[in-house]
């Protein structure tokens, strides 16, 4: 599997004022090509491997991603997302790395979400979207944060009138029409999302923070960066005082 030299396509400052006013952004066309061919090489292969998903949602499959074991391209991640989100590159983790891929019977028009705390930053690769997929956010209402470690902890814990079906009813979500090689980046732990007709759809998701939150283990070995110097320092220290 040929290992892409970057990940991105766009300048992230260009963006960092429309992240700031609403708190997500679409890129179109932000995903470099050799990333997009690295990502379905990597469905391909886990396709034959296991299922991890833990929703009890059953909308789609989910496997680990194997993210690219490069320095730069790790280093490329944070400092996007940072300058983009205005959030600490050194101090970001990956939360969550999963490829998706949509079931066949997913429901057309799913109840809308929020994802774990660790999902201060969802950050979406889209690989392969259905024609009639559509990524719905609420980035206006409601912007309560899911301070669980799950979507069904939040859920229970909230009112009758808090829950999505009642707290929305008389607001119209964005709809947003994503497609291959498009970059989504949002705050998924406070936003209310998801997608519409999404059966057979294909997306990578990284899940991100600067809380120091890891609740599933699958934060990247070199994150966060400030860690990784402070290691290094105590490394040449030691290797001086030798
Ligand atoms: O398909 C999408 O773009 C949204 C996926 C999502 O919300 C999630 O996996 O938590
Ligand atoms: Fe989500």
Request: charged share 30%; with cysteine.
């Amino acid at each position: 599997m040929k290992t892409p030299t970057s990940l991105f396509n766009f300048v992230a400052s260009d963006y960092a004022a429309e992240f700031s006013k609403n708190d997500f952004v679409v890129v179109k066309n932000g995903v470099s090509e050799e990333f997009l061919d690295y990502i379905d090489a990597r469905i391909e292969a886990s396709m034959r491997a296991g299922d991890i998903s833990r929703s009890k949602r059953r909308l789609k499959h989910e496997f680990l991603f194997d993210f690219p074991d490069e320095e730069r391209l790790v280093a490329e991640l944070v400092e996007t997302v940072g300058e983009l989100t205005g959030l600490p590159a050194d101090e970001l983790i990956v939360s969550e790395r999963h490829l998706k891929v949509y079931r066949q019977d997913a429901p057309q028009n799913p109840p809308p979400h929020k994802d774990r705390r660790g999902t201060q930053l969802a950050i979406g690769f889209c690989v392969d979207v259905a024609p009639d997929s559509r990524l719905i956010l609420y980035p206006y209402h409601q912007r309560s944060e899911n301070k669980f470690d799950s979507y069904d902890d939040f859920l229970a814990s909230l009112s009758e009138a808090e829950r999505p079906e009642n707290a929305l009813r008389d607001i119209d979500p964005l709809v947003i029409d994503t497609r291959r090689g498009d970059f989504i980046a949002f705050e998924g732990s406070t936003i209310w999302h998801e997608r519409t007709n999404a059966a057979g759809s294909k997306l990578l998701y990284l899940k991100m923070n600067a809380l120091g939150l890891d609740p599933l283990g699958e934060n990247l070995p070199g994150l966060p960066l400030k860690t990784q110097r402070r290691l290094r320092d105590l490394g040449d220290a030691a290797w001086r005082a030798a």
